[in-house]
């Protein structure tokens, strides 16, 4: 199956750094630094995971994690939270052109 296409990654950048701080799952004792990597994860994976659902991806996501973080301080139980937000973001959008459930998830 092809890829999905890929996400503006200067886009979601922007719109991340201005918004992850009024997200539910935001620490304040974590910048938006920590989280970049998390966002870019569900980014990247949605545009490559064409068919499949963020719950399918998920433990190969979290596997990865130690590998993609960078500096970020938040452990994969903290940072799932984030790529699934990036990740629903960009469903959304797609659900929004193409009406039904796309993505799989059952909205």
């Known amino acids: 199956m092809a890829n ?10 922007k719109y991340w750094r201005d918004n992850y701080a009024t997200r ?9 630094d ?5 966002y870019r994860t569900g980014v990247d994976s949605y545009s490559r995971s064409a068919g ?3 719950d399918e991806i998920e433990p190969e996501l979290g596997r990865d994690w130690n590998s993609n973080r960078g500096k970020s301080s938040l452990e994969w139980e903290h940072a799932r939270p984030a790529a699934r937000d990036a990740w629903d973001r960009l469903s959304n959008t797609v659900e929004r052109a193409i009406p039904g459930d796309s993505d799989k998830d059952g909205r």
Do not use: C, H, T
Request: aromatic share 14%; proline share 11%.
């Open 4 to 13: 999905r296409k890929s996400a503006d990654p200067v886009l979601e950048d």
């Open 34 to 38: 920590d989280y970049s990597p998390a």
């Open 24 to 32: 539910p799952y935001a620490r304040k004792d974590a910048s938006f």
């Open 52 to 54: 499949r659902s963020f």
